[in-house]
């Protein structure tokens, strides 16, 4: 085993669960055993909780220009350990080297805005009637959870870390049992940072210590990102428990493309969208509706298509389950008529032939009702439908139950609007593969891609981290008679 086994991080100190159930981590490059990570106890996510809870009592009441001072230093750590971390990040989920930088760089930016809450975060106050002014304050909600997918290992744990906790909130992290290294070295790095003890804990564990969390009484609100059927299960369950949720699901995004679209940046966006981080992105293209004549574009997306190569610039999915469900779709497509235009089925990468790697894959003549054309892949595959107007590309985009991005490829600047308004998506790019909102905008779908209010990041955010307390105050009550008094 490469690494130490993955511990739990209670009270400010890493400690062994004593959970029998432990699952293997492997590297999906090449097929190393990294670690394992244990199925905690639902004593220990108590333990987690009750320290948490603690720890709320201090923390919530330092001013938040005080939190933020541990978040500027959270943030030059991430800076200063940018490569071991990307390094991580790749061993443990399979993306490359230059992507797994990218998504630190992104956990920075992350940490930067949540800096900058001391700005956002300022209230209102009014003199509401003669002497007696009305103020609004953002307070914290108390012990919240934050349960976490595979496919970011460090930068989804920082789409709610810094921000949950500068305004105020003490949190349990439920990182994924696929990947939960990347999480060892955020509290590591929290902790170094000065976080006190308890403000921030993590429970590892699967579907059980989710379950437990929904459950649990003390905990105040959660933040959910992973697949839809998930989402819908941990949002009904927390609700149902009287508990704030935000959860983010699962996608299917359409990328429409118009003639007069600039076939090169179109390729080249839309190859990119598809295969970053082998597909495994819930921003991915993974359906492509063209409009009209679009033979030559896609002829150049197969050509840039042919330029992302395994185990160099693609990386592997993350495990052979994953694989096998992969090549499944592209064989069951081919068998329904679509034509594939290349092929990633049977990959292998010399050297490294443990690691689970499926090739940029185009399925050419898709129709709608084809599984690859409605369901998400989460592999580096695009299947390209035809149409002949905007308005069948949009009624397909419109039917899909998901919701989490829409892009249009065109010139002209009307149909792009024209195309923002009726694309049924939360995030929408022109001439912009990956539509993901750069801070301070928020990011969040619309649909099956999430459920609950607000958006997870950005401004959007503060909302679900924090309750608003409104305050009535009469300064001077022999300033004479008025409505209030
Ligand atoms: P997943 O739903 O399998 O797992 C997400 C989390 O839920 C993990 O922490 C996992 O331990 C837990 N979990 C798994 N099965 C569970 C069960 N039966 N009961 C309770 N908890 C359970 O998702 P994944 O495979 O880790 O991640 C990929 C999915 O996440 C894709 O669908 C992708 O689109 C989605 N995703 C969405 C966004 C977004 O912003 N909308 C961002 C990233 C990933």
């Not at 492509?288 to 033979?295: A, E, I, K, Q, T």
């Not at 495990?319 to 594939?340: H, V, W």
Request: hydrophobic share 40%; glycine share 8%.
């Amino acid at each position: 085993m490469k690494y130490a086994p993955v511990q739990n991080f209670i009270n400010g100190k890493f400690i062994s669960s004593t959970s029998k159930r432990k699952l293997d981590i492997v590297s999906p490059i090449d097929g190393v055993l990294l670690s394992e990570v244990p199925m905690s106890l639902h004593i220990e996510l108590d333990n987690a909780v009750r320290a948490a809870k603690n720890a709320f009592i201090h923390w919530s009441k330092m001013p938040v220009k005080e939190r933020v001072q541990v978040f500027f230093r959270y943030r030059n750590l991430l800076e200063k350990n940018l490569q071991p971390l990307a390094q991580l990040c790749s061993e443990e989920n399979g993306k490359t080297i230059n992507e797994s930088i990218a998504e630190v760089e992104k956990s920075i930016e992350l940490t930067e805005f949540a800096c900058s809450m001391p700005q956002l975060i300022a209230g209102e106050v009014l003199e509401v009637s003669r002497g007696v002014e009305c103020r609004t304050e953002h307070a914290p909600l108390g012990v919240v959870a934050s349960i976490v997918p595979f496919n970011f290992p460090n930068m989804v744990p920082n789409w709610t870390i810094p921000n949950a906790i500068v305004l105020g909130n003490c949190m349990i992290l439920k990182p994924s049992e696929k990947v939960p290294l990347s999480s060892q070295k955020i509290a590591e790095l929290l902790k170094d940072s000065g976080l006190p003890d308890g403000v921030f804990n993590i429970i590892n564990g699967d579907a059980e210590i989710v379950e437990a969390i929904c459950d649990h009484p003390e905990i105040e609100a959660i933040s959910f990102v992973g697949s839809t059927k998930i989402a819908k299960m941990v949002y009904q369950k927390a609700t149902h428990n009287y508990k704030r949720c935000l959860a983010l699901g699962g996608a299917k995004n359409h990328l429409m493309v118009l003639p007069d679209a600039m076939p090169d940046m179109t390729a080249q966006n839309i190859a990119a969208s598809m295969s970053g981080c082998a597909g495994q992105r819930c921003m991915a293209a993974s359906a492509m509706v063209g409009v009209g004549n679009v033979d030559a574009i896609i002829n150049k997306i197969c050509d840039e298509a042919k330029k992302i190569i395994p185990g160099k610039n693609l990386g592997a999915v993350i495990n052979q389950q994953s694989k096998e469900r992969i090549e499944k779709y592209i064989t069951e497509a081919e068998e329904q008529g679509a034509k594939i235009l290349v092929d990633g089925r049977n990959t292998k990468v010399e050297g490294k032939e443990n690691g689970t790697y499926v090739g940029p894959t185009v399925i050419d003549y898709v129709k709608p009702e084809m599984a690859v054309a409605k369901e998400e892949i989460f592999g580096p595959v695009i299947s390209i439908m035809r149409v002949k107007t905007v308005d069948e590309a949009l009624e397909i985009e419109n039917a899909n139950p998901y919701g989490n991005a829409a892009s249009v490829f065109t010139q002209n600047g009307g149909m792009a609007r024209y195309i923002i308004d009726k694309a049924s998506a939360g995030m929408i790019g022109v001439n912009v593969g990956v539509p993901v909102p750069r801070e301070p905008f928020s990011f969040g779908g619309w649909n099956e891609s999430k459920f609950g209010t607000g958006d997870i990041t950005g401004k959007s955010s503060i909302e679900f981290w924090t309750k608003l307390k409104k305050s009535t105050i009469k300064w001077n009550p022999e300033a004479g008679v008025n409505w209030m008094s």
